[in-house]
């Protein structure tokens, strides 16, 4: 399964974008999809998770401005941010697991760059 992410750019602090992650493949089935970010100098971090079943999850620095979500088998999630702040430039990855018959795996999209500007 190959995960898509797109809708990265610049911005300037106090707007918004939409992130994408389009999976393709053939013979799976997501079970949760999250988004994770990479600030320049520092660890990749949880964003926000979203499983099959419509449980989300947000790291408290995003919660109130960002919402995850996606289509019904979660093939495509969204990321959108509102009120971005400098703090949230760095590179936003998508993640997923899914399954092929019984066996779980964890597959990365290749990461977009967001950039907020003060």
């Known amino acids: 399964v190959q995960l898509q992410a797109s809708g990265g750019g610049l911005v300037q602090a106090g707007g918004s974008l939409r992130l994408s992650c389009a999976a393709s493949?053939?013979?799976?089935?997501?079970?949760?999809m999250a988004w994770y970010r990479q600030a320049p100098g520092k660890q990749r971090e949880l964003v926000a998770g979203?499983?099959?079943?419509?449980?989300?999850n947000y790291a408290d620095s995003v919660k109130g401005r960002f919402t995850i979500s996606g289509d019904n088998a979660l093939k495509t999630g969204y990321l959108q941010m509102n009120s971005l702040k400098p703090e949230d430039t760095g590179v936003y990855y998508c993640?997923?697991?899914?399954?092929?018959?019984?066996?779980?795996?964890?597959?990365w999209g290749q990461g977009t760059l967001v950039t907020v500007s003060s």
């Open positions: 979203l499983t099959r079943g419509g449980t989300t």
């Open positions: 493949g053939s013979s799976f089935s997501i079970n949760d």
């Open positions: 993640n997923a697991n899914y399954y092929r018959g019984s066996i779980k795996y964890n597959n």
